[in-house]
């Protein structure tokens, strides 16, 4: 198991913006594709952004193409969610995932938008976007 730690999150009026950060531990971290999902009360947890382990290709859902951006730092362990342009619908709980290349192989694109991909999950961070 590696822990992933989710942090940034909180409440923002709509237009606003926020930066989500996920801090994972381990030396393999570098090798992990990286995703974020989110989740609202009632709903499927959802793809939203997703970034390859070098960080030179990255996803991201319709709903939110053009308003966040996806990047990593592999040498702090780090991935970060820049979100703007938030809408109320936005709100969700957020999570940090990691896929694992040890058990399954690299992903191919379509790989990177499915939750059952990913081997680690953090604990979610709360976005809470007010109209």
């Known amino acids: 198991q590696v822990p992933l730690v989710e942090s940034g999150g909180g409440l923002v009026q709509a237009g606003g913006s926020l930066r989500l950060s996920c801090a994972a531990s381990?030396?393999?971290?570098?090798?992990?594709?990286m995703g974020w999902f989110r989740q609202a009360p009632g709903m499927e947890r959802e793809f939203v952004a997703a970034?390859?382990?070098?960080?030179?290709?990255?996803y991201y859902a319709d709903s939110v193409k053009g308003r966040c951006t996806i990047s990593r730092d592999n040498a702090k362990g780090t991935v970060y969610l820049q979100m703007r342009s938030l809408k109320p619908e936005d709100t969700a709980v957020y999570y940090c995932?990691?896929?694992?290349?040890?058990?399954?192989?690299?992903?191919?694109?379509?790989?990177?938008?499915?939750?059952?991909?990913?081997?680690?999950w953090g604990q979610g961070t709360q976005v809470t976007v007010s109209s």
């Open positions: 970034i390859s382990w070098s960080g030179g290709s990255t």
């Open positions: 995932a990691a896929h694992d290349p040890y058990y399954s192989g690299y992903l191919d694109p379509s790989g990177y938008l499915d939750p059952n991909e990913y081997t680690y």
């Open positions: 381990g030396r393999t971290f570098s090798s992990y594709a």
